[in-house]
């Protein structure tokens, strides 16, 4: 796992500051089935290679971000506020 | 009646100041933190005015977030007053007995920081007035540069004298 996290209100930090929270996957709809439900609460992947997860900057800012990184590589591709994903669903 | 009496005791009563060549560490005395809580888009002059009207001082947290500081403890009425103004624009939580100040002042002030923490407290990059909250060892604190040489941690009341005690041990080369 990458050793510094740049977070888009804070700038790098150590990794220590974040707690991962999970898979960032595109929410269902309401009505979906109880299947596709069952899959976003339940099911993961486990991803070698490009992988999107939530971040909590829990010993900084406090926010939760949107971290893509490479679970091979350690790189890290992009960082954001997940304020700014907020809405998205499966098509 | 109660037999049990609600006592005052300052989180870092028992900790002296400590004063190395260069660099010292001084308690701050308990008085006001409030927590404003905005939406992500409030932007500090919209709130500035009113906090600054009861003398306190305003430091970034995160987005849409501050606290408001001041040396003296407020007084129920004046929290309230702030609180009613500050309404529309931002929520307000009283955290001036859950937050405890830390001076830690000198040219090597930086220097002792830098043991704990991974900001770059560089001039140019946390000038006078900058905040930022972030890991001290293990202990999250938020920091300002209030000073050129002073920096001023606001830490968890619970964790403030173990936060002292790790500032004692980080300052001791000065010593
Ligand atoms: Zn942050």
Known sequence: ?91 | MSAYRVTQHAALADRKPVVRTGVSLEALAEGTVLHLLARPNTALPEIIGDAALSGLLLRSVSVGQWFAVGRVALRYEDLDAIQQKLKPVADVVDQSHGRVGILVRGPHATHVLAKGTAIDLADATFPVGQSSTALIGHIAAHITRTEQDAFELLVLRGFAESLWDDLVRMSLEFS
């Open chain 1, 1 to 91: 796992m990458a050793s510094l996290v740049t977070c888009p209100h804070c700038g790098p930090r150590p990794k220590e500051e974040f707690t991962v929270k999970g898979a960032a996957l595109p929410r269902p709809d309401p009505d979906a089935s109880p299947e596709a439900w069952v899959d976003f609460v339940y099911l993961r992947d486990n991803p070698r290679g490009a992988y999107r997860e939530y971040w909590h900057h829990t010993s900084g800012c406090r926010r939760w971000l949107v971290i893509k990184r490479d679970t091979a590589t350690h790189e890290i591709y992009t960082t954001s506020d997940a304020a700014g994903h907020r809405g998205e669903v499966t098509p």
